[in-house]
C-alpha cells in the first residue's frame, strides 16, 4: 500500500515478505544482525487480526524474548522493532519506517559488519 | 507439615533400607542412583533392579553429576512398572521440562530428592585423588556454607529444595545426616509406598531457619557471579572475547537437559556454508572467522531455551575451551523467565513461555 499509495519511505529499507508475521523466526533476526544490518523492523497484523488468528501473539513473545536476551547481553536491542501494520496501513507503515530509520541512525552503524568473528 | 519417616540410622543407610523394602516387596521395579564404579569413589548413574547390588554401591547423595539424569529418565520413561529415581533438585525440574515437551513421563516414578550442596565438577571429582574432597564437601554442608569446589553456578543456585519431589530428604543444612534418617514424603504416591514399610512416622518438615540461611548465602553468590558476565559498553565485543574460543563441538547443547532436539536446527543443513555464500561475505569482508556461526549458535540456542535453563551448569562443565556457558545462561534465562513470570520445573502444569498466547501482554510493543 504504502508503494501504490506512492508514499516515501525509507530506501534503506530492504523489505522481505512472509506470510505471517508468525514465520519469523528469531534465528531469521540473529542472522540479520550478525551479517551487519543496523536493525530489523518486524510487522504484523494488529492484535485479532491475523489471517492465522493467533500468529502475532506468538511473535510479540518471541520478540520480547529476544529483546531480552539482547539486554541481559549488553548488546543494543533497539536494533529490533515490532510494530502492528495492517496490510492497508501504508501511511502508518510509512511513519514507523521514517521514525525507525532515525533511530537506528541515532544509534549509529551495526559494528558486526566489520567483524570478521561473525 | 509433612508425613516424615524417621529411621535412626545415617540417612543413606535408612534411604537405602526403605528402596531395598520397596525392591523386595515389588513395589518398584528398580532405582535410578548414582553408585560407585570403583574403590577411588568414581560414580555413574546406574539403573539397579537387585537389592543386594543397591546396598552395596549405590551412593544417592554423592556431589557429581555425570549427566543430567533428566536425560536419563527420559529413556527409561514412560514405564508402566514403577521405578524410583534418585536426583538432584536442578535434575528434576529438567526433567519436569522435558516432560512438558513430551521428552518422557512421570507417571510411575517415585521421584526422590533432597536439600543439595551442589557438585563438584567432573574432571575433579572423577580422579582418583577425590577421598580427601569429598570428606571436606559433607563436612561443610552440615552447615550453611556452600563448599567452594562446587560448580559456579551451584555457588549461586538458589533453587536447592527440590520443588516437586515425591520425597525430599534434608541433606545440605543437616547437621544429623551421620546419626538420623529423615525422609519428608510430599504425595500421597510416597505416604501409599511407604505403608508397610516398619519405621516410625512424625510430623515434620525441613528447617526453615536453616533453609533461609541457605538462600540468604546463594542469593548474595549469585549477585557476585552474574557481575562476571555483565557487560557494560555495546556487549559485542565481549561476547566475541567470550565465544571467541568456541570450538563450535555443540557439547553444551549435547549435555543440556532442555536441548533436546533429535536435530538440532543448528546442526541441520539449514545453516551449511559452502563455498558461494563464504566467497559473498568476503565481498564485505576481509576475513572471516571459521568455524562460522559459533556467536550465532549460542544465540539461537538462548533464544530457543534459555528460559527453561536450570541452571545446572553441566554445559560449562563439558565446555573444552573453558568458556562459562552456564553462567551466561542461567543469568540470560532468569531475565527471560522473569518477564512471563515462569519458573522452569515449578510445576510440570505450567506450560512453556513460547506456547501460550495472550491478548494483552507487553503493551509497550507494537506502535
Ligand atoms: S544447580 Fe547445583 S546446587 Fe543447584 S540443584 Fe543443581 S547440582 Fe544442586
Ligand atoms: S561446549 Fe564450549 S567449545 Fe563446545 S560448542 Fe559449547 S561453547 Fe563452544
Ligand atoms: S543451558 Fe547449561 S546450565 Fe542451563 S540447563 Fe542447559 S546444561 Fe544446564
Ligand atoms: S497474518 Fe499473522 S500476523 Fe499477519
Redesign the interface.
Given at each position: 500500500m504504502a508503494g501504490t499509495g506512492r508514499l516515501e519511505y525509507p530506501t534503506s529499507i530492504m523489505a522481505l515478505r512472509v506470510l505471517c508475521s508468525s514465520r519469523i523466526d528469531?534465528?531469521f533476526l540473529?542472522?540479520a544482525y550478525?551479517?551487519?544490518a543496523d536493525g530489523v523492523l518486524i510487522g504484523?497484523c494488529?492484535?485479532?487480526d491475523c489471517h492465522y488468528e493467533?500468529g502475532n501473539?506468538?511473535t510479540?513473545?518471541?520478540?520480547?524474548?529476544?529483546k531480552?536476551?539482547f539486554?541481559?547481553?549488553?548488546?543494543?536491542s533497539e536494533r529490533f522493532r515490532?510494530?502492528?501494520i495492517s496490510a492497508s496501513e501504508g501511511v502508518k507503515f510509512a511513519k514507523?519506517a521514517n521514525e525507525f530509520t532515525e533511530t537506528i541512525n541515532n544509534i549509529g552503524p551495526n559494528?558486526?559488519?566489520?567483524?570478521?568473528?561473525? | 507439615m509433612n508425613k516424615v519417616i524417621k529411621i535412626e540410622k545415617s540417612t543413606k543407610q535408612g534411604l537405602l533400607e526403605f528402596l531395598e523394602h520397596l525392591l523386595v516387596n515389588d513395589k518398584i521395579s528398580g532405582v535410578l542412583t548414582l553408585r560407585k564404579i570403583n574403590e577411588n569413589g568414581i560414580c555413574d548413574y546406574g539403573f539397579i533392579t537387585d537389592p543386594k547390588e543397591l546396598i552395596e554401591t549405590a551412593e544417592p547423595f554423592a556431589p557429581v553429576m555425570p549427566v543430567n539424569a533428566s536425560q536419563i529418565l527420559s529413556s527409561l520413561t514412560p514405564t508402566t512398572k514403577p521405578i524410583a529415581a534418585i536426583i538432584k533438585p536442578c535434575e528434576l525440574r529438567g526433567f519436569v521440562e522435558r516432560v512438558k515437551r513430551a521428552q518422557g513421563s512421570l507417571d510411575n516414578v517415585l521421584t526422590i530428592s533432597y536439600t543439595c550442596g551442589g557438585v563438584i565438577p567432573l574432571n575433579t571429582f572423577q580422579s582418583d585423588a577425590n577421598e580427601k574432597l569429598v570428606t571436606d564437601y559433607f563436612e561443610v554442608i552440615k552447615g550453611t556454607d556452600t563448599p567452594d569446589s562446587v560448580r559456579p553456578t551451584c555457588k549461586a543456585c538458589e533453587i536447592f529444595i527440590p520443588m516437586t519431589a515425591d520425597i525430599t530428604i534434608p541433606i545440605f543444612g543437616n547437621n544429623e545426616v551421620d546419626s538420623d534418617c529423615s525422609l519428608i514424603m510430599n504425595s500421597e504416591e510416597a505416604v501409599k509406598m511407604s505403608k508397610d514399610f516398619k519405621c516410625e512416622i512424625i510430623e515434620s518438615d525441613l528447617d526453615s531457619k536453616i533453609m533461609a540461611e541457605i538462600l540468604g548465602k546463594r542469593t548474595a553468590e549469585k549477585e557476585i557471579l552474574f557481575k562476571t558476565v555483565s557487560t557494560t559498553k555495546e556487549g559485542l565485543d565481549d561476547l566475541v572475547d567470550t565465544f571467541g574460543k568456541c570450538i563450535g563441538c555443540h557439547g553444551c547443547s549435547r549435555v543440556c537437559p532442555i536441548c533436546y532436539c533429535v536435530l538440532c536446527d543448528f546442526e541441520s543443513s539449514n545453516f551449511d556454508y559452502n563455498t558461494d555464500l563464504m566467497e559473498n561475505e568476503l565481498s564485505q569482508k576481509h576475513a572471516l572467522r571459521l568455524p562460522p556461526d559459533t556467536i550465532f549458535f549460542q544465540l539461537g540456542r538462548l533464544n530457543h531455551m534459555s528460559f527453561s535453563c536450570v541452571g545446572c551448569g553441566q554445559c560449562e562443565d563439558v565446555c573444552p575451551a573453558g568458556i562459562p556457558v552456564s553462567t551466561i545462561f542461567k543469568k540470560t534465562g532468569e531475565d527471560v523467565a522473569k518477564i512471563f513470570d515462569f519458573v522452569p520445573g515449578r510445576d510440570v502444569e505450567e506450560v512453556i513461555p513460547v506456547m501460550i498466547i495472550k491478548e494483552q501482554e507487553f503493551p509497550e510493543v507494537g506502535e
Open positions: 528469531p534465528v540473529l542472522k550478525l551479517k551487519g504484523g494488529h492484535p485479532g493467533t501473539y506468538y510479540r513473545r518471541r520478540f520480547m524474548i529476544l531480552t536476551i539486554d541481559s547481553l549488553g548488546l543494543k515490532l510494530s502492528w514507523v559494528d558486526t559488519k566489520n567483524n570478521m568473528f561473525l | -
